[in-house]
């Protein structure tokens, strides 16, 4: 039998009816023999409102205290789910961040594991006892609750999983797997069966919702295997030990699996992105270091960069993207620095979306560039910016645009499931 570790979501947690059905899926794991650790998020909308009561008791409220807050939405998720299991006869109690303990540093509201106590807990799963356990939240060196930023719980569980050395982490979720696209964009889009560590950071890192980042780079650290499933399934749904869902793996097993190497394995888009233009920059060496240098020190994270070739007069455009969300920031602190930096003005556009062609077939198949590019000149959709990696191509497009540019790229690259009509 296996050692498994299973995740639930918001959605799955949000109310007791929903928790009802996930101490059945669970309850089912620890039937079939196994070894199971749940970790569970907040309730859906729960995190959200214990943040609005923070910003109302101090709007510059202390670190410290915010994570004692919040924090507690999924302790009131791990109690309940045990007091669940426990009525339907099964064996369960749930394990605090800091019973564990689960040991962290770095900065309150945006922590970072360390380490993970698990004598205690591999014992009481090996008498058969199943463990609940509240992700997003640890302990720091000094004794206090800590939070793991949002998004967290995915990245507790895969961190525990390493190490209790479980065979695999199921992340339930409210989709049933790794799709190639958005399949409320593209109706032919896939569900596909396995996805590398890479290819998933990618997708993630580009606007795919299925897991988040830090989790996906933890389970490539550690080697863990993590499957994506649906916590929605009726009660005659096949096991999870039947692979449903799809699984993440490192290129080795991948390769074991013989299976051929597609150029693409999917499309992801983001509309959280926001363009910045700088004009006439002057055309030296350091001007460009003066633009980065003071927003990466504020934690500012630039993605795509262009710049245009120099004017007569020694000077040149400069064109990136930051997160919406940091968009106020950017634009303040350049605007700071106009007289060092020397540029003219400062044009902005939140109107736009990053379309990304993933897939780790592109280390040895020539032409993906030119496919997407020509595919996209052909329906009249204007490429604003590019980056790339050694299997990403990502491009930057008018927001209204999107839905049509990832409709056509998913059939250029022979994505799209035969037989299913298109919208």
């Not at 799955?12 to 101490?23: D, K, L, N, P, Y």
């Not at 509201?109 to 609940?132: C, F, N, P, W, Y």
């Not at 074991?256 to 004009?279: F, W, Y």
Request: aromatic share 4%; with cysteine; glycine share 8%.
């Amino acid at each position: 039998m296996a050692r498994i570790v299973m995740k639930f979501g918001g959605t799955s947690m949000a109310g007791t009816e929903r928790i009802r059905r996930v101490a059945n899926i669970v309850r089912r794991q620890q039937a079939a023999g196994h070894e199971v650790a749940v970790v569970v998020s907040a309730m859906a909308g729960e995190t959200d409102r214990l943040v609005g009561f923070c910003r109302e008791a101090n709007p510059l409220y202390d670190p410290a205290e915010y994570d004692v807050v919040v924090a507690s939405g999924e302790q009131v998720t791990s109690g309940l789910l045990a007091l669940t299991l426990q009525a339907m006869g099964c064996k369960a109690r749930s394990w605090l961040g800091w019973q564990l303990p689960v040991h962290t540093k770095e900065a309150h509201a945006k922590a970072r594991i360390t380490s993970i106590e698990v004598e205690a807990l591999l014992a009481s799963m090996q008498s058969g006892e199943v463990a609940v356990i509240p992700g997003f939240q640890g302990l720091s060196a000094d004794g206090r609750v800590t939070t793991l930023g949002r998004g967290g719980s995915d990245t507790s569980a895969v961190a525990i999983a390493a190490a209790i050395g479980a065979d695999r982490c199921d992340i339930y979720t409210d989709v049933d797997g790794v799709y190639t696209t958005d399949p409320r964009i593209v109706a032919r889009a896939r569900k596909l069966e396995y996805v590398t560590y890479e290819e998933m950071l990618e997708l993630a890192s580009v606007g795919a919702k299925v897991l988040q980042t830090r989790s996906v780079g933890l389970a490539m650290k550690e080697g863990v295997r993590v499957q994506v499933l649906s916590s929605f399934v009726d009660d005659d749904a096949p096991s999870a030990d039947e692979l449903p869902g799809t699984m993440i793996v490192s290129d080795v097993e991948m390769e074991g699996l013989k299976m051929e190497s597609q150029q693409v394995t999917g499309i992801a888009h983001d509309k959280n992105d926001a363009r910045i233009v700088l004009t006439r920059v002057p055309d030296r060496p350091g001007a460009v270091s003066g633009i980065f240098s003071p927003l990466a020190e504020a934690a500012i994270n630039v993605d795509m960069i262009i710049q245009n070739v120099g004017r007569d007069k020694g000077e040149t455009d400069v064109t990136f993207t930051v997160p919406q969300a940091d968009l106020a920031r950017a634009q303040a602190l350049l605007e700071d620095r106009r007289g060092e930096i020397g540029f003219n003005r400062i044009i902005t556009d939140t109107k736009v979306a990053k379309i990304s062609v993933v897939g780790v077939g592109m280390r040895s198949h020539a032409g993906i560039a030119a496919t997407m590019f020509r595919s996209l000149a052909e329906r009249g959709i204007n490429v604003q910016a590019i980056s790339t990696s050694e299997i990403k191509i990502s491009v930057l497009i008018d927001e209204d645009e999107t839905e049509l540019a990832v409709r056509v790229l998913h059939t250029a690259y022979g994505l799209d499931v035969e037989g299913v009509a298109a919208e």
